[in-house]
């Protein structure tokens, strides 16, 4: 089934740091991926999203590039602040159908001042 | 703009107490729901899905059901909890083809 793997956290970082959360992923079809983030004690928000092959979401300063021949949809943002801090989660959803999402284990970030 | 509403934000439960927790969704019609649980330093659980008014889709089987009685409510109920129900709940709505949103979530103490 599908499946997705990200870096285990937690992570943590000094403002104003390079941020890369590492996520691949394992599908039959061709998913969609999101990044959502929950910060504590919240829901899950979603941060970005690509639809297809070499599709790059944006965010609040984030970046993912959709990169199909490594199966791979890496977080990244140049400049960490301290309300940056909170969990990054990774997930895909097959095309068409109900829009199941396969989430990844999540990983926590915290930036330091 | 479209909302969508969880409650209660946190309760605690003895064992064997029923459950019912509520989530609706306002300004769209006709959207898929879900009902997610997060354990403790686990990811997200997917356990129930609809695609429509009484159409619920079981992903793990459980002490726990879901019901849609109305086109924008989804509820999700047990009737004796466990301790290993514990855990933070979260509901979710989309339209097909586009992206889930979540509400606040539920946290669930078993005690």
């Known amino acids: 089934g599908d499946s997705v793997t990200q870096m285990e956290g937690p992570v943590t970082l000094s403002e104003e740091a390079f941020l890369t959360i590492n996520c691949t992923y394992t599908?039959?079809?061709?998913?969609?991926l999101f990044w959502y983030v929950q910060y504590p004690g919240e829901g899950l928000q979603l941060l970005l999203k690509?639809?297809?092959?070499?599709d790059k979401g944006s965010n609040k300063g984030f970046e993912a590039t959709y990169r199909k021949e490594t199966t791979s949809f890496h977080l990244e943002k140049g400049s960490v602040q301290v309300s940056d801090s909170a969990v990054y989660f990774c997930?895909?959803?097959?095309?068409?159908?109900?829009?199941?999402?396969?989430f990844g284990k999540g990983t926590k970030l915290t930036v330091n001042p | 703009s479209q909302t969508i509403h969880q409650w209660p934000a946190t309760l605690v439960q003895p064992v064997g107490s029923p459950l019912s927790l509520e989530c609706t969704v306002e300004?769209?019609?006709?959207?898929?729901l879900y009902w997610y649980r997060q354990a403790a330093g686990r990811g997200l659980q997917l356990l129930f899905y609809?695609?429509?008014?009484?159409?619920i889709s079981s992903e793990v089987p459980q002490n726990l059901s879901a019901s849609r009685p109305q086109d924008r409510q989804f509820i999700l109920s047990s009737k004796k909890l466990l301790l290993s129900d514990s855990g933070f709940y979260l509901c979710?709505?989309?339209?097909?083809?586009?992206?889930?949103?979540f509400g606040d979530g539920t946290r669930l103490s078993i005690l």
């Open positions: 690509a639809t297809k092959a070499d």
């Open positions: 300004g769209t019609s006709n959207p898929n």
């Open positions: 997930a895909l959803s097959e095309w068409g159908g109900s829009e199941k999402l396969v």
């Open positions: 609809s695609v429509g008014i009484g159409q």
């Open positions: 979710a709505w989309s339209l097909p083809g586009q992206p889930q949103h």
């Open positions: 599908a039959t079809g061709y998913p969609s």
